[in-house]
């Protein structure tokens, strides 16, 4: 049952002339899957409509190609011959009586057409932010014209294709029309530059076409970015973001706001807290009577009743706590708050778009999953396949030991600790990582519901307590342990001298084991978060810290996940030396020995303690041993035992926990490896559009 107090998030919500069922508004955004993979995309929104969100949205459709994102999946409405695809989305987001909304974008010097090869459009000539070597050339007055043609035939498109709500987009300093509201991209001297009426002029007019256009039966809803964290230099929220949504502010059918760019909309729990857009957006409603949406990771039921009875919000905007938990509005609704998987704030999920691939979630295994393997993520099939034993209480165990347990298995789930979680229990400690700790929590929240998983901790599992266990199956999530030789990318064979200087290893320093001498070097070519976030403690117990990578830039793979600016910058602030395209070379006492990347020039710096952030080994021991007494298992009663996870190979939390829920969606099955585990989207030879 619901509890009353959260009766305010069930309200329906008018938005022009469409309903929402309730205030759980799901924003656009990304999935990695786009125009490439439509019916992936199409269950995944589907899942999300089922679990209780009144809008789901799309992720951006381009309207045109003069400005598509290759190699970027995003979602396309060129023409009508990308409507099928669409239509599968607005089918299966109807189908759970939820609206599906389409987010028309036009990339102007966002877009670089690699695909197209069309020059792209922008306020100004100038090159695009992509990084490529494309320059945008300024639209002229025709041009303008053209643009807002082409957004009424998307809008005319996309009412076609069923959606309920139409998007005018002009967020994340990505957009045409972002880019011509602000003095840093519009030095325009007509009519579209100049006064900020002017440069409004383009918005309202898209704008008002589109509703025009299609404003009968869709929703005409705005995202505006109210402050772009600039300062002087962008958009502000007591200047021209305040102003802008006070000119325009009756002509949408709704106002979705936030800051841009995208690291700051999407920024991780590791630099903000939850709610932490509300400064910058709590004054659109005090200018506007339509309904405003607000994201800010929200998962927290208390804290959504709160920002639309204080006046923040009408409605509760989300895209990760949607994908950490499709789930989260059902559950509220029906008094089920201990089943919320909640959001850790890692931005895994980003980095699907980043790499062009389909999203995936550290805390939800069947994001991405809902179409090629038909993972659903409330819905486990029963088993009879006979009992588990599952040895190790992380990611990977917990994840497994729950999904099993979900399948109603009798489950045996040992932690060798007297704590839960492994690796994210340690690294839940780290500066600014505690939400990680959810990763753990919510499993082992799940557990107390499930009476058929007995968990025992303090239970180091030896080959002889396997095999007496009575399991049937058996699965080794026994982790990894961090390398101190130095070996890793760059280094494929033990640093030399490495056992001359004096190493505190990753793991020493996840114990809470902090180097008592500096210079502290971070020899870093994992590349993830690790190295910085080493750097972070390193520094802030006031020691002289230093990290080396064979990169241009610091924890260069958080470029993903939209950290690294961030990261570097924190960095820099704490007083880290950086030193980028050096690989270590070779160890002495008390010093160490880097070469450059490209000239293979060597140096020689003070290193008191090193710390290798370089790569895992597999804890598979236990594994190992039990491979040795293969020909005891029929006997003991075993069929199988796999090893799972960071034991199998070490890699990301988000890759153990998958790996924990495969292995307890395939238990008891004769997994055949020739043979693709999944669906896939094939593209027809001899079909054209
Ligand atoms: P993963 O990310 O794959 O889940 P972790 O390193 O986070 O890996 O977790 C592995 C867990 O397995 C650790 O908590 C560790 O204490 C536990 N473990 C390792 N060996 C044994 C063992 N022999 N018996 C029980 N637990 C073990
Ligand atoms: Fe949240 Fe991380 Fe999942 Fe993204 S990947 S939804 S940030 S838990």
Not at 406 to 421: K, M, S, T, Y
């Amino acid at each position: 049952m619901r509890d009353s107090r959260y009766d305010i998030l069930f309200e329906p919500v008018q938005i022009g002339p469409v309903t929402a069922r309730n205030r759980f508004y799901q924003v656009p955004h990304c999935c990695g899957m786009g125009h490439r993979y439509p019916q992936s995309m199409a269950a995944m929104r589907g899942i999300k409509a089922e679990g209780g969100w009144a809008v789901v949205c799309t992720e951006e459709l381009e309207i045109h190609h003069t400005a598509e994102l290759a190699p970027y999946l995003e979602g396309r409405i060129w023409d009508d011959q990308d409507l099928p695809a669409l239509e599968k989305m607005v089918e299966a987001v109807h189908a759970h009586g939820s609206l599906a909304g389409a987010e028309l974008v036009y990339n102007g010097h966002h877009a670089s057409n690699l695909y197209s090869r069309a020059p792209p459009l922008g306020p100004m000539h100038l090159m695009t932010d992509c990084g490529d070597p494309v320059q945008a050339r300024a639209l002229d007055l025709e041009d303008i014209r053209n643009v807002r043609r082409w957004h009424v035939q998307a809008a005319r498109r996309a009412k076609r294709a069923g959606f309920d709500i139409v998007y005018v987009y002009a967020g994340h300093d990505m957009t045409i029309l972002q880019h011509f509201l602000s003095r840093r991209h519009n030095q325009r001297t007509d009519e579209y530059g100049g006064s900020l009426e002017n440069r409004v002029r383009l918005f309202r007019e898209v704008l008002e076409e589109t509703k025009e256009a299609v404003g009968d039966k869709c929703a005409v809803v705005v995202r505006l970015a109210v402050d772009e964290l600039l300062g002087e230099d962008g958009i502000t929220a007591e200047g021209e973001g305040h102003d802008t949504v006070a000119l325009l502010a009756e002509l949408p059918d709704l106002w979705d706001v936030n800051v841009a760019g995208w690291a700051n909309d999407s920024a991780s729990a590791r630099f903000t807290e939850e709610g932490y857009q509300e400064p910058y957006i709590k004054f659109v409603k005090s200018l506007t009577s339509k309904p405003v949406v607000g994201v800010g990771r929200y998962t927290s039921p208390d804290t959504m009743v709160r920002i639309i009875k204080q006046g923040i919000v009408d409605m509760i905007g989300a895209a990760r706590p949607s994908i950490a938990d499709p789930f989260l509005p059902k559950k509220i609704e029906q008094g089920r708050l201990d089943d919320i998987r909640e959001c850790i704030g890692c931005n895994i999920c980003i980095t699907g778009d980043s790499t062009c691939t389909p999203i995936r979630c550290t805390q939800n295994p069947t994001m991405g999953e809902e179409w090629r393997k038909g993972w659903h993520p409330e819905v486990m099939p029963a088993s009879s396949a006979g009992p588990a034993l599952i040895v190790g209480g992380g990611p990977a165990g917990l994840e497994a030991a729950v999904s099993l347990g979900r399948r109603r298995l009798e489950v045996n789930l040992a932690e060798a600790r007297e704590d839960w979680g492994g690796r994210v229990a340690r690294e839940a400690k780290l500066p600014g990582l505690a939400t990680w700790a959810r990763v753990r929590d919510w499993r082992v929240g799940q557990l107390i519901g499930l009476p058929n998983v007995n968990s025992y901790l303090a239970s180091a599992m030896t080959a002889d307590d396997v095999l007496a266990s009575g399991a049937r199956h058996v699965a080794i999530a026994t982790g990894s342990r961090w390398r101190t030789d130095g070996v890793g990318r760059f280094n494929h064979h033990p640093i030399d001298g490495i056992a001359d200087v004096n190493v505190s290893s990753v793991d020493d320093m996840l114990s809470g084991r902090i180097p008592a001498l500096g210079p502290v070097v971070i020899y870093d070519s994992d590349e993830y978060y690790m190295g910085g976030v080493l750097a972070e403690v390193s520094a802030r117990a006031g020691l002289a810290t230093i990290v080396v990578t064979p990169h241009s830039v610091v924890s260069r793979w958080t470029l993903n996940n939209l950290e690294q600016a961030r990261i570097q910058t924190q960095l820099l602030e704490l007083g880290v030396t950086i030193h980028a395209h050096r690989i270590l070379k070779s160890c002495r006492s008390g010093e160490i020995e880097l070469e450059c990347t490209y000239t293979g020039r060597k140096e020689t710096i003070e290193c008191q303690t090193l710390v290798p952030v370089t790569s895992r080994l597999p804890e598979d021991g236990l594994w190992r041993a039990l491979k040795a007494r293969q020909n005891e298992w029929a006997d003991a009663g075993v069929r199988s035992v796999q090893l799972i996870g960071d034991a199998y190979a070490p890699g990301i939390i988000a890759a153990a926990v998958y790996a924990g829920h495969r292995y307890a969606r395939d238990y008891g099955e004769e997994i055949d490896p020739d043979i693709t585990p999944f669906k896939r989207e094939a593209i027809e030879v001899g079909a054209e559009f």
